[in-house]
T-cell receptor, first 118, second 114 residues
Framework: AQSVTQLDSHVSVSEGTPVLLRCNYS??????LFWYVQHPNKGLQLLLK??????LVKGINGFEAEFKKSETSFHLTKPSAHMSDAAEYFC????????????????FGQGTILTVHP | GAVVSQHPSWVICKSGTSVKIECRSL??????MFWYRQFPKQSLMLMAT?????????EQGVEKDKFLINHASLTLSTLTVTSAHPEDSSFYIC??????????FGSGTRLTVV
């Protein structure tokens, strides 16, 4: 079984300050982990993914995440928040095989709403 | 890159009528597509897995006779909400898998049943 817990339902930061969105996972197998962003009434956009390669993953728009197996965490960070980063973020786990040759079901975290203040 | 087009983006229908939502992979063939439902301020819940040329696999608790899924070609999957009721109002999102790329999501459909 696999599960994902996003530790904060809401995060509020000021523009230009760092962003930290926390995610812990549980998986019986070597997981693939993803972060997606969703703007209101829109679909999901992939920010970054971890598939058993480098543990520090760099994504789009300056986001990055570090896979820490010992802590079963995959926190999302960004050094400096921008107003356009305000959205909802989902941490997702899948039982994908290494190299991305096979994909299993996705399990979504509860989501974290990021608010960015001027 | 992998693009999934989902239509309509929003729809309002009367109780008792049926609504069809389309999900198309524009530049790749998708043998597997997923349908999700998202309630307000909640996460995405997988409803069913759609496989081209075969019956969809529904998650526990999802009524297959109410949410009809058809995946007749490698580029098109449809979700039909039959005899819609206000409690079916939700945001529905499809997703497809592209080999060596991963998952890509449609832009979602906001269904309101009045």
């Amino acid at each position: 079984a696999q599960s994902v817990t996003q530790l904060d339902s809401h995060v509020s930061v000021s523009e230009g300050t760092p962003v930290l969105l926390r995610c812990n996972y549980s998986s019986s197998y070597s997981p693939s982990l993803f972060w997606y962003v969703q703007h209101p009434n829109k679909g999901l956009q992939l920010l970054l993914k971890y598939t058993s390669a480098a543990t520090l993953v760099k994504g789009i728009n300056g986001f990055e995440a570090e896979f820490k197996k010992s802590e079963t965490s995959f926190h999302l960070t960004k050094p400096s928040a921008h107003m356009s980063d305000a959205a909802e973020y989902f941490c997702v786990v899948s039982h994908g095989l290494a190299g991305g040759t096979s994909y299993g079901k996705l399990t979504f975290g509860q989501g974290t709403i990021l608010t960015v203040h001027p | 890159g992998a693009v999934v087009s989902q239509h309509p983006s929003w729809v309002i229908c009367k109780s008792g009528t049926s609504v069809k939502i389309e999900c198309r992979s524009l530049d790749f063939q998708a043998t597997t597509m997923f349908w999700y439902r998202q309630f307000p301020k909640q996460s995405l819940m997988l409803m069913a897995t759609s496989n081209e040329g075969s019956k969809a696999t529904y998650e526990q608790g999802v009524e297959k006779d109410k949410f009809l899924i058809n995946h007749a070609s490698l580029t098109l999957s449809t979700l039909t909400v039959t005899s819609a009721h206000p409690e079916d109002s939700s945001f529905y999102i499809c997703s497809a898998i592209m080999y060596n790329y991963g998952y890509t999501f449609g832009s979602g459909t906001r269904l309101t049943v009045v």
